[in-house]
């Protein structure tokens, strides 16, 4: 993938639940099959404006370029919206939504580490600092969850099994 100042990075699609996985998978295959693009071109490419039925400026189809700013992805963000009914998120948003979705799938620091790859921070402290603000009402909920006594993992359990099973054979108490 590219990204701003030329920087590139691997990256999978997050596992977002849905169907969303489906739709990007589509569209990839519209432009792969339909559209005949490959591995350099971009993903969400830029729109190709030329002249209309009525000789003015319109949307004709796609191009082989990248978008050069968010001025043009944000009206397409803004416009989406608002035909669906629903309230204006900028694009932006989405990297929060995926950030605060990586910090509830991910349990170990190796898996938030590869969640703050995917999303292009070399450093996961940026991941944190920039997107990791914790909702009020998901920081209350984890508060109040700290102080219940959480029930054993099904490893702990068998563990526990295990070392009483050990103890009652040493003990002679089987």
């Known amino acids: 993938m590219r990204t701003k100042a030329s920087k590139t990075f691997t990256t999978w699609f997050c596992p977002v639940g849905g169907d969303a996985l489906q739709i990007v998978t589509d569209w990839c295959e519209h432009l792969r099959t339909g559209l005949l693009w490959g591995e350099d ?13 009525q000789g003015g400026f319109q ?29 204006y998120f900028n694009p932006h948003c989405f990297r929060d939504a995926l950030v605060q979705l990586g910090e509830r799938l991910c349990t170990t620091p190796e898996q ?24 009020a009402a998901r920081q209350a909920e984890l508060i109040r969850g700290l102080g ?4 054993a993992s099904e490893d702990e359990r068998l563990a526990e099994i295990l070392t009483e099973t050990v103890r009652k054979l040493r003990a002679g108490s089987f």
């Open 112 to 135: 938030f580490k590869a969640w703050s790859q995917n999303i292009g921070h070399e450093r996961v402290l940026t991941t944190l600092t920039s997107y990791g603000k914790v909702p």
């Open 41 to 53: 071109d971009p993903l969400f490419p830029k729109t190709r404006i030329g002249l209309g039925d």
């Open 148 to 151: 219940q006594v959480q029930p």
């Open 59 to 87: 949307a004709i189809g796609l191009d082989r370029e990248h978008w050069s700013g968010t001025g043009p992805i944000r009206t397409i963000y803004r416009d989406a919206f608002t035909a669906a009914g629903l309230p």
